[in-house]
């Protein structure tokens, strides 16, 4: 088996949300292949230091570079890392989060061109990133999705009476929590029977701006923090109804862990995620930042129990496609 040098923000153990170099590392060790991973840093600064010294070191060791991509701050990262294997002629392949990264390819061409024209392969997580980027002229791309170890998500079948609403995500403004507080807000005002409960940890300041807008409008809201995978899981056992507020997104694995457990999602429609819900078939899409959208949706889930149990099943097929045992051959053709 082939040795991968992977290079990311691995800060689960700072509070953050596991990301998908701790996934996805644990996956391919599991696989055979040697994997060193970087950066555990906290430190923004130091980490990238960590990032550029990891790259020095292992460059005669490794086989191939994974970088973890994103639209933000760390395309930096991406670029500086990217850049330092070509030096060393290392085969490098950039993995593409967030739903944005299309954007940076117009805002920032030579960075882009740099990294991604250069690289081994570009691994896009959905069709919408490979065609943003051959939209660019970038057409060394393959499609390898987030995937989901199936069996950890038992698929629970649920009513809606009192309507009981989860969301899961970093908070961030990119995510658009306060959304959720809106949609929350208006089933109440609606007379609805109704609770929200949110999971996940603080990445801009959202979280504590979210709590004290629920506080504003006098909502109690469950906010939980982060939580490990089979905390939330547990969790989702309460819940009936899925809501994705994002601004901004790709293919979050969030959506597909929700489609395998056996809430209904109601979503916004942005980025990759018209690639992954089909429409009143598999999920229900709105309208970014339509708080009436996500209320009309959710009331139309709740009142048509035999179009909700149907869309549900369908949700758990899509998911079955995402599952860990059907991606890795994707990843062992590509690594070989």
Known sequence: MKNLLYIGN?????????????????????????????????????????????VIRYSKWADYVLIDTYSTQNFYYAYATSQLCRFFKLKYLPILHGGNLPKRLENSPKFSQAIFKNAYINIAPSKYTQDAFKNQN????????????????????????TVKLLWVRSFSKLYNPKLAIDILNKLKHSNIESELCMVGPDNDGSLEETKQYAEELKL?????????????????????????????????????????????????????????????????????????????????????????????KNARKT????????????????LS
Do not use: C
């Not at 949300?17 to 994997?35: H, M, Y």
């Not at 970038?138 to 809606?160: A, C, D, G, H």
């Open 138 to 161: 970038i057409n060394n791309v393959s499609v390898i999705p987030n995937s989901i170890i199936l069996k950890n998500y038992t698929f629970k079948p649920r009513e809606i009476n």
């Open 319 to 334: 998911a079955e496609q995402f599952q860990w045992h059907t991606v890795k051959e994707k990843w062992k053709n590509t």
């Open 220 to 312: 109690d809201v469950n906010f939980t923090g982060r939580l490990s995978k089979k905390e939330w899981i547990d969790l989702s056992k309460k819940s009936n109804v899925f809501i994705n507020t994002t601004n901004f997104d790709n293919m979050p694995v969030s959506v597909i862990e929700t489609m395998a457990l056996g809430l209904p999602v109601v979503s916004t429609n942005v980025g990759g995620l018209p690639y992954l819900i089909n429409n009143n078939v598999n999920g229900v899409m709105v309208p970014a930042n339509d708080a009436d959208a996500f209320v009309e949706a959710i009331l139309n889930l709740k009142n048509n129990t035999k179009v909700t149990t149907e869309m549900i």
């Open 10 to 54: 691995k800060l689960s153990k700072t509070g953050k949300t596991v990301t998908t170099i701790e996934t996805l590392s644990a996956n391919f060790v599991a696989e055979g292949f040697k994997v060193k991973s970087v950066s555990s840093i906290a430190n923004k600064w130091f980490r990238f230091l960590d990032m550029l010294f990891a």
